[in-house]
């Protein structure tokens, strides 16, 4: 596992569990509002040696009864060759796992469920199909998208799907049409962009009308609420 980041502590970012949080290097996405940009780039163009996997097995070994979780997010996480004998791992070490996604690897969400390796699956939706270009660098099939979507509603423990809200990304019709993709979905997360963070693109945050204010924001969450079990705003 080419591991990015290492945090020891989280209360919030693994519902109703005490979790420590590994960051996996590398993502095919190239998001601009993405607030972990170190985290994009490829292991091989890191300047830095990665957190040592043994160290943090040692870590989750000396905190058992203490951790409940473990998060694995990014980056991307599913680009890990190993992600699948990693999570064996944990499991065996006795955590919970929950894993954030952006989709684009149906196949190992299928595994990971299959297999009863994760606990939770929290999933990015980033925008309606047809505009999944405006955050792929090259061609990207979206039909992983819709599979992944699938993966998660029939096979999940628990999941979750998210989205970050800016324009051009979102807009009322294109909350209107990531609720058709995920009708029926039991949760669904509205996250507020944030100026206020380093971010991949830093020429995104100059522009006003590409952040929703709060009461713009609970106008989104009104569009998604016809199609969804709940919905929150973050």
Known sequence: MHIGGFQKNSLIDFPE???CIIFTQGCNFICPYC???DLVVSPLKRAYDFYDE???FKFLEARKGLLEGVVITGGEPTLQKDLIKFCEKIKNSGYKIKLDSNGTHPEILATLCNNNLVDFISMDIKTTLENYNLVTPGQFDT???TKSIQILMEK???YEFRTTCSRPFVNKKIMANIGKMIKGASKY????CSRNVKVLAPDFLKSDNDFF???QMLELKTVI???VLSSIVR
Request: net charge positive; glycine share 0%; no cysteine.
């Open 213 to 215: 204010s709060d009461e």
């Open 54 to 56: 043994n160290r943090i």
């Open 17 to 19: 569990t005490i979790a």
């Open 225 to 227: 609420d016809n199609y």
């Open 189 to 192: 997360i509205l996250q507020k």
């Open 156 to 158: 999940a423990p628990l």
């Open 143 to 145: 039909k992983k998208i």
């Open 35 to 37: 607030h972990n940009p």
